[in-house]
């Protein structure tokens, strides 16, 4: 089992910046990839950024130039460093980390973007 708790969400106005931290425990050493989906309200989920234990990363293209995803594996986290804001980039952010047998979610953090 892979448990994941995200961090750094909040409040910000159009243009802003913010970066969301997951810091994973438990299993990490079966952990393949990590990444991050969003929830906006009234949509479905959708994955936002990923990236594998190589480093190798991939984008939707709505954020493609404005979030960045990085990895610290000295420390077990994930973020997503996410610039130049829009209204909707609003919604419940979710770490997500893939093993061979899982997927595992975090319970998400709020992210609103003020016109």
């Known amino acids: 089992q892979v448990q994941l708790v995200e961090s750094g969400g909040g409040l910000v106005q159009t243009g802003g910046s913010l970066r969301l931290s997951c810091a994973a425990s438990?299993?990490?050493?079966?952990?393949?990839?990590m990444g991050w989906g969003r929830r906006a309200p009234g949509k479905q989920r959708e994955l936002v950024a990923t990236?594998?234990?190589?480093?190798?990363?991939s984008y939707v293209d709505s954020v493609k130039g404005r979030f960045t995803i990085s990895r610290d594996n000295a420390k077990n986290t994930v973020y997503l460093q996410m610039n130049s804001l829009k209204p909707e980039d609003t919604g419940v952010y979710y770490c997500?980390?893939?093993?061979?047998?899982?997927?595992?979610w975090g319970q998400g953090t709020q992210v609103t973007v003020s016109s």
């Open positions: 438990g299993s990490i050493f079966s952990i393949n990839a």
């Open positions: 997500q980390a893939w093993t061979s047998r899982s997927t595992n």
């Open positions: 990236i594998t234990s190589e480093g190798s990363t």
